[in-house]
């Protein structure tokens, strides 16, 4: 079943048109992700679906059209958004930033969530009393993923989560993001620049060139096709 379907999708920055027509699809508990060059619309995507800039076309989640939606009422419905650059709130500490990421919550879970997060990120638990601004970038990049989980999300949208991170810390966040994926059920699309990670941990690729999608399918699919291993993959 579709959790997220997008269809001819434009968005665009004050008069200069970034996204030309995006359409694509997410299924229940799939990994998808988006590839392709700096300045091909990867982020734009993200933050059109968010609803953090103007847009044109049909965004459905779960059904209900979110096409004009608020931000806000978009994450209560169960979208999560790590964004580039993590958006750490650098003043607060480990435990308060996670409470932010439940802001949205009206249950009486948020507790027990806190040791759902922990049990991932154990690190988080060691610093939750620490300054987030003092936290390494592997750390930093722990929480950002966790605050989104605090909101109980159906669907995370990842950033560049690899970014500027040391290889052993993005192979040990990546391994996590597949366990919550595969124990938790939270679908994923993912935006990254590192295409043989990407890949790895997808089923599904969609190729971003200048605003528009010019390859689609399976990851298998997607690392066999010959311009996408030359450009991308690099063999």
């Not at 528009?212 to 298998?220: A, H, L, P």
């Amino acid at each position: 079943m579709a959790l997220l379907e997008v269809s001819d999708l434009h968005a665009a920055y004050g008069p200069t048109t970034v996204l030309h027509g995006v359409s694509f699809t997410i299924d229940e508990g799939q990994i998808t992700t988006i590839l392709g060059a700096n300045g091909a619309g990867k982020t734009t995507t993200l933050r059109a679906i968010c609803g953090l800039l103007r847009t044109s076309g049909d965004v459905r989640f779960q059904g209900e059209r979110i096409t004009g939606k608020s931000t806000e009422d978009i994450v209560r419905m169960g979208m999560g958004h790590v964004p580039e650059g993590r958006g750490t709130f650098f003043h607060l500490t480990v435990e308060e930033n996670l409470r932010l990421g439940a802001y949205t919550r009206r249950d009486k879970g948020v507790d027990a969530d806190f040791e759902r997060v922990y049990q991932y990120f154990p690190q988080l638990q060691e610093r939750k009393h620490q300054q987030a601004g003092t936290l390494s970038g592997g750390e930093q990049q722990m929480l950002a993923i966790s605050r989104a989980l605090m909101m109980r999300p159906k669907l995370m949208l990842l950033d560049e989560p690899s970014f500027g991170l040391a290889p052993l810390i993005v192979q040990d966040i990546f391994r996590i993001m597949r366990e919550i994926n595969e124990r938790d059920g939270v679908s994923m699309l993912l935006v990254e620049q590192n295409a043989s990670l990407a890949l790895n941990l997808a089923s599904h690729a969609y190729l971003l060139e200048t605003g528009s999608v010019v390859i689609s399918g399976s990851t298998d699919e997607i690392r066999q096709n010959e311009s996408v291993r030359k450009s991308y993959l690099g063999y």
